[in-house]
């Protein structure tokens, strides 16, 4: 079980959008009786990494964290076991390392906020100029 993630162009100006997607592996979206969690977090060096966003394969289920609800969207392609993240409005203050990750169970709170994914995809950094 795995998870890689990819950038749709790295470098944006502020108030300019940006979609990051994440394929997975071994993790079978079209199982409509089995939930995997796929989240997307961000890390700037020195500092926390935070928790975005996150959604159930299975029934849908998403999860926002405040800070990026109105501007981040998360949806899922269950055929290709793939996520994306479509950032739109972005700020300098959103530049940053993104992972994509994966557990095998529900999208929930918990799951973005304590940091409990399994599985890890490598990082890709999104950079916003002013």
């Known amino acids: 079980l795995r998870c890689s993630c990819s950038v749709w162009g790295g470098l944006v100006q502020a108030g300019g959008s940006l979609r990051l997607s994440c394929a997975t592996s071994?993790?079978?979206?079209?199982?409509?009786?089995?939930?995997?969690?796929i989240g997307w977090f961000r890390q700037v060096p020195g500092k926390a990494r935070e928790g975005l966003l996150c959604?159930?394969?299975?029934?849908?289920?998403?999860y926002y964290e405040d800070s990026v609800e109105g501007r981040f969207t998360i949806s899922r392609d269950n055929a290709k076991n793939t996520v994306y993240l479509q950032m739109n409005n972005l700020k300098p203050e959103d530049t940053a390392v993104y992972y994509c990750?994966?557990?095998?169970?529900?999208?929930?709170?918990?799951?973005?906020?304590?940091?409990?994914?399994?599985?890890w995809g490598k990082g890709t950094l999104v950079t916003v100029s002013s």
């Open positions: 990750a994966a557990d095998d169970s529900k999208c929930w709170r918990g799951l973005i906020r304590g940091n409990y994914m399994d599985f």
């Open positions: 959604i159930s394969s299975a029934d849908g289920f998403t």
């Open positions: 071994g993790f079978s979206f079209d199982d409509d009786d089995h939930d995997y969690a």
